[in-house]
């Protein structure tokens, strides 16, 4: 500033303008914009400074850059990461109109999608929650923004509109649980905070405004900016005063403001001569008033007089340029925090506390002592979003699969399979060790989940009891989890006993009619159906219309010809009952001369179990399903579910099942129960879906613990060969759960039998037979390290083992290359019982892995079996049978050779002997039969006889299970 005698004659400078000229210039106001003025008279009463003028629209150029750098790193970790934010409207409101286009430029600018849903102004308040719900539903929309004010014909209730916004979709900042977080002071990071109130924050901070202890004077009280402007100023520590246009003497208020928010939708509202000098000023106020000087009769204005405020401020927004760019790159940096929301795996879970009983109470009453979370507030802890969960009840609840997609671009975590050694018919506690390793790690500060099969009711109400674990290592609550679940197992019921009645219906059919009057009544309305279209394809027909096919092409299609004595497809049920091993069906005089013996299996034997277990999503299991091959045609063909037309249906009663349950164990970790297919003549682990949704939730550090049926040689061999082969997964370790108990008998320990007491050889110490047991558990180790998988061996420890053989045992299994071998006692303790182990797979995690496959799937189908039964059983080979060999030409013929091989024998030795214990050598296993489960995925080698519906024992479960009239619930469950 240059001072002339010319201009002014003597100047005299006060040390008051001193002070105040050095205090302004000291600031990082830009010098085209800092200016002081003195009046051409010789006076300086009347010095002015006129005020810094805060650039919003270099700011907002700024952030948006900033989105822009964000989401170009985000894509760079994965391409299809797409930030969506959806903008509803609903009328044709101009200026509402204006600002959606202006919302829709901003995101091409900086690479968001912003979508316009715009509704007619003749929606109703119902069909525009619709909208939102199922905007709120859809895993690619990251924001959603109802655009205000609504111009509809119907009355709508704005409240319940913006209320029905996912408020983790709620970019906008509307919703009342996100001004609730904001008005908490408790609340460390308030949700979503409306993009105005916000932007002006961002003013403040950009110019170097600290608000700490300054008086902030707020002038308007709308939940779109007035009320949550005071929030955010309190939280940065201002003393704040809210008014309004009401507020008597408000000059007064306003004159005692070191900062002004004025939002009062006013024009002019606010004068210069009611600032004090050096007061801050943001202006979010936006109105037109005429001005017959501007070719269009008006110009734009804000609630402050900016003409009269700008000499007594220090810093002030303009109307327009300030506060209002900074609106649009709000909403577009709250979008994109939405959209990065779902990349971070950051759980907010709380573990419960156990009160340990000693002695230790039963599985039921333990599991009655502790009070579940309400699987809702599990889902949220965990980061899966409401709109993803399908609620049954208050303790369990499906998650849908569109999580994969939201979550399709984060890491897995670590991927940990639970297995065992040759068991005992008894059980060496694989599932109760499952849940205890996954309380462990919760201990140990890492996200874990647990993914277990859903038991069949047959074991529950006959010997064995629930699978739910045991102990103070449980999934609960267990009568939900043993009994009904989400009806799962039903639905399977349903559709494989549709599957079988479509198949003997066909047969009665064909039998009884012509050609022409079989075609035309499959064919309805002159037109073939999905499933004919499929099947005239894989006819080599490539006609589409019913009436363009010749005689010789109608019989090929009409006639499916099915050779009664293939059929493999049985009817099911989920109870043990012996007697239907053998049935006949087609006995009543309407079916006379269509008999024909048959047989049920148990419903988790069913090949829809398998499917549901190994599909990857819906569209995979509708294809699994027309693939099942159910009998051949007496000319050799294969026979499927396509063919019979009935695969979409069975897709239909299957379709929720896709979706795995999301319960917890007794300390509040996060479960998922899924698929329960038999560990014989199925693969015996639960499902790829549930390992891959948790696996996307824990994050790359977490970790997921599922857990494989029966011995090492059967479920983790298929965990690997099938599971692994179609999942493409890779696991970091293998948990090798191993009993002293289990130990002796290998070693030459007396039998072990279910419902008789425990021989007193296995309540005494006896190092001999302990040592003599470890070749089981040696062979084991070596088997899970031809995989390529470091082995942890968890000693599940029981009351009446000793510290030497428990030590013995540790010794064994490291030297046969176990990373370590460690002392449980999860069923008694909880997690605590197993922090060890936690600790040990923490570390067998961090080691280089080298995973390969035991086979190669376009071997003969012989060499795999063969390739199992020598590498992994130790067998000297195998013998096929004439019908074995039979099948194995059958189905290289009918294109299945290449199919992985599930081998179905008894999980009670290494052998096809039940009787062969510890580590048998010097045997060959006979191959009665070879079946195919092609829907599935595999073919299965049966190795003896191996029932397929269990029988009832003289004293079943059954006794013991009751309900209480009074109190409803249930007693006995094991």
């Known amino acids: 500033i240059i001072f002339t005698r010319r201009m002014f004659g003597f100047l005299r400078v006060s040390p008051r303008f001193v002070s105040f000229f050095s205090t302004a210039s000291s600031r990082a106001f830009s010098p085209l914009r800092s200016t002081f003025f003195l009046s051409p008279k010789p006076s300086f009463s009347i010095l002015r400074r006129m005020a810094t003028v805060i650039d919003g629209k270099l700011v907002a150029d ?7 750098a964000a989401i170009v790193a985000q894509r760079a970790i994965n391409p299809e990461w797409n930030p969506h934010l959806v903008i509803v409207q609903v009328g044709d409101r101009a200026d509402s109109s204006v600002y959606i286009r202006m919302k829709i430029k901003a995101g091409e600018r900086v690479g968001i999608q912003v979508t316009h849903k715009h509704l007619p102004a003749s929606t109703t308040e119902t069909e525009l929650l619709g909208v939102i719900h199922t905007l709120n539903h859809d895993s690619a929309v990251h924001g959603v923004l109802v655009q205000l004010p609504l111009e509809s014909t119907s009355k709508i209730n704005e409240e319940n509109v913006i209320s029905a916004v996912d408020p983790k979709k709620d970019v906008d900042g509307f919703h009342p649980f996100n001004a609730g977080l904001l008005a908490q002071k408790t609340a460390a990071a308030p949700g979503f905070v409306p993009c105005t109130p916000k932007g002006c924050m961002r003013l403040l901070a950009k110019h170097g405004v600290d608000l700490a202890g300054k008086h ?3 002038v308007g009280r709308s939940n779109i900016v007035g009320r949550p402007m005071a929030q955010l100023l309190l939280r940065a520590d201002a003393t704040v005063t809210v008014c309004h246009t009401k507020t008597k003497d408000i000059a007064s208020v306003i004159r005692l403001a070191d900062v002004v928010v004025v939002a009062a939708g006013a024009p002019l509202f606010v004068k210069g001569e009611w600032l004090k000098p050096g007061t801050i000023v943001i202006d979010c106020g936006i109105s037109y008033i005429p001005d017959a000087s501007k070719k269009s009769g008006q110009r734009l204005v804000g609630d402050v007089d900016y003409e009269t405020a700008k000499d007594v401020a220090s810093l002030i927004t303009p109307v327009p340029g300030g506060v209002g760019p900074m609106t649009v790159a709000e909403l577009l940096n709250s979008t994109l925090t939405a959209a ?3 990349t971070k795996a950051q759980w907010n879970i709380n573990l419960l506390p156990l009160d340990l009983k000693r002695p230790v109470p039963s599985d039921l009453d333990i599991a009655r002592s502790q009070t579940p979370k309400p699987v809702s507030s599990l889902a949220a802890e965990i980061g899966v979003l409401p709109s993803e969960l399908n609620l049954y009840g208050e303790n369990k609840a499906k998650v849908k699969l569109s999580i994969l997609k939201r979550l399709q671009h984060r890491a897995n975590g670590n991927y940990v399979v639970v297995t065992g050694i040759t068991p005992t018919p008894l059980g060496e506690g694989k599932s109760t060790t499952t849940v205890g390793l996954t309380q462990a790690l919760g201990h140990v500060g890492r996200q874990v989940f647990a993914c277990l099969r859903q038991p069949s009711q047959g074991p529950t109400f006959g010997i064995k ?5 045991g102990g103070y290592s449980q999934v609960i609550p267990m009568e939900e989890f043993n009994l009904h679940l989400t009806g799962d197992i039903h639905a399977i019921t349903a559709a494989n006993n549709l599957l079988a009645a479509a198949i003997d219906a066909r ?6 009619q012509s050609d022409k009057a079989l075609f035309g009544r499959l064919i309805a309305n002159n037109a073939f159906c999905e499933s004919q279209l499929i099947r005239l394809k894989s006819l080599g027909i490539e006609k589409t219309v019913p009436g363009e096919l010749t005689e010789d092409e109608i019989h090929r299609f009409a006639r499916l010809d099915i050779d009664p004595a293939t059929i493999t497809w049985n009817r099911v049920l989920d109870t043990n009952d012996r007697f239907l091993r053998k049935v006949t069906v087609g006995q009543a005089a309407t079916e006379k001369g269509h008999e024909r013996s048959t047989q049920f299996d148990i419903a988790v034997a069913s090949e829809l179990m398998a499917i549901l277990a190994l599909t990857n999503d819906l569209a995979d299991m509708r294809a699994r399903l027309g693939r099942i091959v159910v009998a051949s045609s007496k000319a050799g063909a294969p026979v499927t579910a396509n063919d019979l037309g009935v695969a979409g249906a069975l897709a239909v009663l299957l379709k929720d099942t896709v979706e795995p349950t999301l319960m917890q164990t007794m300390e509040g970790n996060p479960v998922f129960v899924h698929a329960g297919p038999f560990a014989n003549i199925a693969h015996g682990n639960s499902s790829i879906l549930a390992d891959k949704i948790a696996l996307k939730l824990v994050g790359e ?21 099938i599971k692994c082969r179609y999942s493409g997964l890779t696991p970091n370790v293998v948990v090798l759960v191993a009993t002293v108990r289990a130990l002796k008998m290998h070693g ?11 021989p007193a050889a296995y309540k005494q110490e006896n190092l001999p037979l302990v040592d003599a047991g470890c070749a089981n558990l040696v062979r084991h180790i070596e088997n899970a390290t031809k995989f390529g998988v470091p082995v942890v061996v968890a000693i599940n420890v029981f009351s009446s083992d000793t510290d030497a053989e428990i030590a013995l045992v540790r010794e064994r299994a490291i030297a046969a290359g176990a990373l370590d071998a460690v002392r449980c006692t999860h069923w008694a303790d909880g997690g605590a019982g197993a922090e060890a182990l936690a600790q040990a797979v923490i570390k067998a ?7 390969k496959l035991l086979y190669d799937v376009e071997l003969p189908i012989a060499a795999k079996i063969e390739t199992i039964c020598r590498e992994l059983y130790r067998a000297d080979g195998i013998a096929l049978a004439p019908l074995a060999q039979e099948k194995i030409e059958r189905y290289t013929a009918q294109g299945f050779g290449n199919l992985p091989i599930c081998m179905a024998k008894t999980h009670l030795s290494f052998s096809h002997d039940p009787a062969l214990k510890g580590a048998p050598l010097g045997f060959t296993v006979p191959i009665r039969d070879i079946r195919a489960s092609v829907g599935a995925g595999f073919l299965y080698p049966l190795c003896g006889e191996l029932p397929t519906i269990p029988g009832l024992p003289t004293r079943p479960c059954f006794f013991d299970i009751d309900v209480d009239p009074v109190s409803g619930l249930i007693e006995g469950l094991s």
């Open 62 to 68: 700024e952030l948006e850059k900033e989105v822009a």
């Open 748 to 758: 030459g320990g007396p039998a072990v039998t279910p419902g008789t007491p425990l």
């Open 216 to 218: 902030a004077v707020v």
């Open 465 to 469: 009891g629930g699978a739910a674990g």
């Open 845 to 851: 995690s961090e080691l280089p892995r080298n995973f």
């Open 340 to 342: 990065l929301a779902g």
């Open 701 to 721: 550090s977490g970790f997921v613990v599922t857990e494989a049926g029966f011995g090492a040689d059967i479920g983790m061999e298929k965990f690997f060969n």
């Open 507 to 512: 047969m009665f059919h064909e039998s009884t």
